[in-house]
């Protein structure tokens, strides 16, 4: 059973930065697509950016220019480096796996963006 640990989100000022990182329990090169995913309280979950096991990535047109996916494959981590960060960044973030036709999400980090 892959599992995904998130870690790096917390408290930040608006125009700051945080990297999220995202730890598989397996090779990376076992896993098709692995994302980060952000849900606000009272909306629903939103793609931020994913990254394929070739490197090809995609972001939300919104935040392009401000948040960048990487992936560490000797780690089996991916992170997720938020710059200029907005109150309206304010969320959970959620690692997500794709494994063929499977998902599988970490427990969220919350990141809290004060203005």
């Known amino acids: 059973q892959l599992q995904l640990v998130e870690s790096g989100g917390g408290l930040v000022q608006a125009g700051g930065s945080l990297r999220l990182s995202c730890a598989a329990s397996?090779?990376?090169?076992?896993?098709?697509?692995m994302g980060w995913f952000r849900q606000a309280p009272g909306k629903q979950r939103e793609l931020v950016a994913v990254?394929?096991?070739?490197?090809?990535?995609n972001y939300a047109d919104s935040l392009k220019g401000r948040f960048t996916i990487s992936r560490d494959n000797a780690k089996n981590t991916v992170f997720l480096q938020m710059n200029s960060l907005k109150p309206e960044d304010t969320a959970v973030y959620y690692c997500r796996a794709t494994v063929s036709l499977k998902e599988y999400w970490g427990q969220g980090t919350q990141v809290t963006v004060s203005s």
């Open positions: 990254i394929a096991r070739g490197g090809i990535t």
């Open positions: 397996t090779s990376m090169f076992s896993i098709n697509m």
